[in-house]
């Protein structure tokens, strides 16, 4: 009977040995993943997702009765990787899918999942773009209010607005997703907001002081002098396209065909940030749509006249539906980290170099102490609110639920 026991603790012994020497060495189990898909000892992010379809097709019918997670929603593969800091990763070794392995686990848990990319983010990408593409055309619809009194006031309004929302977009989101950094986890938008709020605290201090010392420097440029009539062609020939005449298209100055072709490209990288944006999330894309219908506002007409400048912005525009089909599938496929990346660093140009010194020619045009601090008033109005918009977004869109 000794020898008996002594023969089954040893057998005991033996078999927890055994199993925790598999135990120990629990990448064996993840590398048959490997070998079921990958190659050169890694998978892609489609076999991760093709894996994710499957764990959830073999799941039970049971799992969906009075389960606590039923409201939440199923993580795609390019989302559980950008949440452990895989963003930038196309090829999965056995570390990696160590790492991320709970949360491929709990779409067994899940009932939402398998995840399916939503058909919304087409139909609101190009409703985004669609908008853009019409508030671009608003110059048109404005000229005849150019020469009103109140219309420098409005323009420097939305200039403002467009300024606010564009930076903030960028500090806050566009720029910080390229890092891969998330609003909740990261802490990341209180020291954004401060990044704003420098820029701001100088462009408030500067413009007191000026107005204070009285140091503006006038200037006799002016934004609102009439354009020079289009002079009609003297020797009666004939415009090849009669919906275009006015001046012939070959006789439009060569800075205008390089503000179209700068404009076209503009389009496209605005389509690419807002098919990236929608990927994301619905309420990014939005935030992202936000800032560019802010600062789509009348583009320079050259020496074109009207049916002639709709041609051409018609033109351009189709550049940022293109962007926006190449923005969708590059980040329902790809990490749009470097999307992000380059639509920050062309905002936050656009808002510094091109949009406000427009805004500080406006009011530097005015005369009376009076006006110089109305305009500067309206200045500060439309910074703030678009700011205040981009940073609500932020720190609410998990709380919004668009679809």
């Not at 894996?51 to 969906?64: E, F, N, P, V, Y």
């Not at 309206?378 to 703030?384: C, P, S, V």
Request: charged share 15%.
């Amino acid at each position: 009977m000794f020898h008996l026991r002594c023969f089954i603790i040893w057998a005991f012994a033996a078999a927890c040995h055994s199993i925790n020497a598999i135990a120990a060495d629990g990448q064996e189990f993840l590398e048959n993943i490997l070998h079921f898909y990958g190659e050169n000892k890694s998978i892609s992010t489609d076999d991760l997702s093709d894996l994710l379809q499957l764990i959830s097709a073999r799941r039970s019918d049971l799992i969906s009765v009075n389960n606590p997670l039923e409201n939440q929603e199923c993580p795609s593969a390019e989302q559980i990787l950008s949440l452990f800091g895989f963003t930038n990763v196309s090829q999965l070794t056995v570390g990696h899918l160590g790492t991320i392995c709970p949360a491929v686990l709990t779409q067994v848990l899940l009932p939402s999942c398998p995840y399916t990319a939503p058909t919304t983010v087409w139909g609101y990408g190009f409703l985004a773009v669609t908008v853009i593409n019409l508030s671009s055309l608003l110059g048109l619809l404005l000229i005849p209010f150019t020469k009103k009194p109140y219309f420098p006031k409005v323009l420097t309004y939305f200039i403002g607005l467009a300024i606010g929302t564009l930076f903030s977009n960028a500090v806050l989101q566009l720029i910080p997703e390229a890092l891969g950094f998330d609003p909740k986890a990261d802490n990341y938008v209180d020291k954004a907001v401060g990044i704003f709020g420098g820029f701001y605290l100088l462009f408030f201090m500067e413009r007191i002081l000026k107005m204070c010392l009285r140091v503006e420097h006038q200037h006799g440029h002016s934004h609102f002098t009439p354009a020079e009539p289009v002079q009609e062609n003297s020797d009666g020939q004939a415009v090849m396209c009669h919906w275009l005449r006015g001046k012939r298209i070959t006789s439009i100055k060569t800075v205008a065909w390089m503000v179209t072709l700068s404009d076209a490209l503009h389009n496209f990288i605005d389509g690419l940030a807002i098919g990236a944006s929608f990927t994301v999330s619905i309420l990014t894309g939005f935030s992202t749509s936000t800032a560019i219908v802010c600062e789509e506002f009348p583009h320079e007409l050259g020496d074109w006249n009207k049916l002639q400048a709709v041609f051409f912005n018609l033109l351009s525009a189709v550049s940022c539906y293109i962007g926006l089909v190449f923005g969708i599938l590059l980040g329902s496929n790809f990490a749009p980290n470097a999307i992000f990346a380059i639509a920050g660093g062309m905002f936050l140009y656009i808002a510094l170099a091109d949009m406000f010194p427009e805004m500080d020619g406006i009011a530097r045009e005015q005369k009376e102490t009076s006006s110089k601090i109305v305009f500067f008033l309206i200045q500060n109005a439309g910074l703030l609110t678009g700011f205040a918009i981009i940073l609500l977004i932020t720190l609410y869109a998990g709380n919004i639920n668009l679809g």
